[in-house]
C-alpha cells in the first residue's frame, strides 16, 4: 500500500507522549474527545510514545482507518512536548520532523509577505 498524501488537507502531529498501545479506534476516539477534531476528515494525525523512537500515523481513506506504525532502528525523533497540544503542520515541517530535525528550523528561510513598493 503506497499512496501519495501530498494532497492531504491536514496533517495534524498529537504533541506529548502517547499511550503506543492503542489502536486505530483507541486512537479515533482520542481524536475525537481530546482534541475535539474529526478522525474522518481529510487528515494525517500522528503519535509518538515515550521513546521518540516510534510513531503512529492514523488517515480515513474513504472507506477505512489505515494506521502506520514505524520504529526507528537508528534515532530519535524531535517530539514537541506540550501534553495538550495539536498543531496542524506543513509538508515541509513533517518532512523535518520525520527526518530528525526540529519543526523549527531558525536558520531556513521564511516565507515572505506581500511587500509594497
Known sequence: M????????????????????KGIDGLA??????????PYSDSIFLFSGWGKDRY?????????FAMLYKRLDNGKLQWPKDENEVRNLS???????????????????????????
Open 2 to 21: 503506497k499512496h501519495d498524501f501530498t494532497s492531504v488537507q491536514n496533517i495534524y502531529i498529537i504533541c506529548g507522549k502517547t499511550d503506543m498501545r
Open 29 to 38: 476516539t482520542l481524536i475525537q474527545d481530546s482534541f475535539e477534531l474529526d
Open 56 to 64: 503512529k500515523c492514523l488517515y480515513f481513506d474513504g472507506n477505512g
Open 91 to 117: 509538508q515541509q515541517e513533517l518532512r523535518w520532523l520525520l527526518e530528525g530535525l526540529s519543526l523549527q528550523q531558525p536558520k531556513a528561510i521564511a516565507k515572505s509577505t506581500k511587500g509594497v513598493f
